[in-house]
């Protein structure tokens, strides 16, 4: 038992921040848990805010509505990992995400108490979503993800031995060996000095298979 644990433990790591309502970073998160099955890399992973991220910027009505409802999911993730640990933050995101983008569901207030009830967090957590109590936190952890690529992309961020990224944004999610590819070629071109874009028009939204 302490060989495997130390083992994992001196697995590389790879820092990943999101925002539990983005689409396009819950398609990279899957990518990335195939990625840890196929490449010598575990993920950590934290938040950030695509609320913060678009505080005091002219935005659309039904955008700026989104941020508003935005604040909730992600100062739940916040509540729970203050009070039981780093460990519940993946689970949770799953639990949250699942419902959300692949089910479609938009009533994040049931959302938040059937995703705590799934992890076996407490329940009162979920009244996190409408109080600023943990938003010093968030907005810590926002600033370190954010302040690793820019202020001009979005989430996710991710950051693996000296090098940080925004995205990939990529849809469906590659599996096995062809998301290994994927994260060798990310790496190789986020790390080549001075690379900063390699962007095309998206012509497809989130496909969750």
């Not at 009505?61 to 640990?85: C, F, N, T």
């Not at 983008?101 to 049931?110: A, F, I």
């Not at 009830?117 to 957590?125: F, R």
């Not at 590819?181 to 989130?206: C, H, M, N, S």
Request: net charge negative.
């Amino acid at each position: 038992m302490s060989e495997d644990t130390t083992s994992t433990l001196d697995t590389p790591v790879a820092d990943f921040w999101f925002d539990p309502l983005c689409p396009w970073a819950w398609m990279t998160s899957r990518w990335m848990g195939e990625v840890e099955q196929v490449r010598d890399v575990r993920v950590r992973w934290h938040v950030m805010s695509l609320a913060v991220l678009n505080e005091g910027r002219d935005l659309p009505q039904e955008y700026r509505d989104l941020m508003d409802r935005a604040w909730g999911p992600v100062r739940v993730v916040v509540a729970a990992q203050q009070a039981h640990g780093d460990d519940v933050v993946k689970p949770l995101y799953d639990a949250i995400g699942t419902r959300v983008h692949p089910g479609g569901r938009t009533d994040l207030e049931t959302v938040l108490a059937e995703a705590l009830a799934e992890v076996g967090l407490p329940p009162e957590l979920a009244d996190a979503a409408t109080t600023d109590a943990h938003d010093e936190a968030l907005r810590r952890s926002h600033a370190e993800g954010i302040g690793l690529v820019g202020e001009d992309v979005g989430t996710p961020v991710v950051a693996f031995e000296g090098t940080a990224f925004f995205g990939p944004v990529v849809t469906p999610a590659p599996k096995g060996e062809a998301a290994g590819r994927l994260w060798d070629g990310t790496l190789l071109v986020a790390g080549t000095p001075g690379f900063y874009e390699i962007k095309r028009t998206r012509t497809a939204g989130p496909s969750f298979e």
